[in-house]
């Protein structure tokens, strides 16, 4: 397995443009999530779901952020507009059972928002 | 759910042992402690977790006090390709959990 698939590894805008991450997550993990990573919180969880559906949106910060799941094998965090604050490196992660200790993660998302 | 607390950096020799220490005061009875650590510009990996007894795995052991109050990561004889940002982090019933900034450890030649 190719591991989870995420796409753009960098990703370039200016403020009040859409953005689009997308992440594929390990076929057969039924658990997906996604994080960002700043120096000044570190790493924070913003949403996951299981069986596609969202179970726990409390960290996404804002209505500007949202996440989908269409499908097992994808997902997309979107933010509109954005903002310089957004800038960060955005992971997405799966699991099989949901628990910590199977978590594999993707190579991330570098996003700068000018 | 369980905040952890963490030093911020530690330095190690190679070869000798890493002692990574978390203190998770509030963590309640049902709560595991998960140990990750973060390779530079990488996702995190997972290295190992518990409940209550000391865990070993390839990887690193866990040493988990009594009152399950603190627990030690120990990486037994520490690489070059150790230094990386060790989170500790402890997951609710809830499915919530907090990842924090971590401990960077560095490994000296």
């Known amino acids: 397995d190719a591991g989870v698939i995420q796409s753009p590894r960098h990703e370039v805008t200016e403020m009040g443009q859409e953005v689009t991450l997308r992440c594929k997550p390990i076929s057969g993990h039924d658990y997906l999530f996604w994080y960002r990573q700043t120096m000044m919180r570190g790493l924070e969880l913003l949403i996951y779901f299981n069986n596609n559906v969202p179970i726990d949106d409390s960290g996404m910060p804002e209505d500007r952020f949202s996440a989908k799941m269409p499908n097992a094998s994808f997902s997309t965090l979107k933010i509109q507009p954005s903002e310089p604050r957004d800038s960060a490196v955005y992971f997405c992660a799966s699991s099989f059972s949901g628990l910590l200790t199977e978590q594999f993660f993707g190579p991330g998302t570098r996003l700068t928002v000018l | 759910d369980a905040k952890t607390t963490q030093p911020p950096s530690m330095d190690c020799a190679e070869g000798r042992a890493a002692n990574l220490p978390c203190n998770h005061s509030t963590i309640s009875g049902n709560e595991y402690v998960y140990w990750y650590r973060q390779i530079h510009s990488q996702g995190p990996q997972y290295i190992i977790h518990?409940?209550?007894n000391n865990e070993t795995n390839e990887m690193a052991s866990l040493i988990i006090t009594e009152d399950r109050k603190s627990s030690t990561l120990i990486l037994p004889h520490a690489t070059l390709r150790d230094t990386a940002v060790y989170y500790c982090?402890?997951?609710?019933?809830?499915?919530?959990?907090?990842f924090g900034t971590g401990t960077s450890l560095t490994v000296i030649p």
């Open positions: 518990g409940l209550k």
């Open positions: 982090l402890s997951r609710g019933t809830g499915n919530q959990f907090y």
